[in-house]
Nanobody
Framework: QVQLVESGGGLVQTGGSLRLSCAAS????????MGWFRQAPGKEREFVAA????????YYADSVKGRFTISRDNAQNTMYLQMNALKPEDTAVYYC???????????????WGQGTQVTVSS
């Protein structure tokens, strides 16, 4: 099983950018699909983005398409989420997840980190 640690969250103004990182431990990182979910106060956790083990396939929620970019560096055991044009509604705790199966990640199952807070001020 892989252990995940998110970082890069913080406070940013509307229209600003942040890059989240997800560092993974374990020798099989490159065989795992990865993804990001987020949870805002009082709301359910929602899918943000996912990436296949090779990085060749990416998927996004409609709400972030064109603004967020998911990527990974298998040599560094790290996944990223570049977030541009941030909006107040992007405020949430962001969690990274991993599983050998992409379908598992997209549905919010698998291994998950502790999360990093992103706050977008208006």
């Amino acid at each position: 099983q892989v252990q995940l640690v998110e970082s890069g969250g913080g406070l940013v103004q509307t229209g600003g950018s942040l890059r989240l990182s997800c560092a993974a431990s374990g020798r099989t990182f490159s065989s795992y699909a990865m993804g990001w979910f987020r949870q805002a106060p009082g709301k359910e956790r929602e899918f943000v983005a996912a990436i296949s083990w090779s990085g060749g396939s990416t998927y996004y929620a409609d709400s972030v398409k064109g603004r967020f970019t998911i990527s990974r560096d298998n040599a560094q055991n790290t996944m990223y989420l570049q977030m541009n044009a941030l909006k107040p509604e992007d405020t949430a705790v962001y969690y990274c997840g991993a599983d050998p199966r992409l379908s598992t990640v997209v549905t919010g199952r698998g291994s998950w980190g502790q999360g990093t807070q992103v706050t977008v001020s208006s």
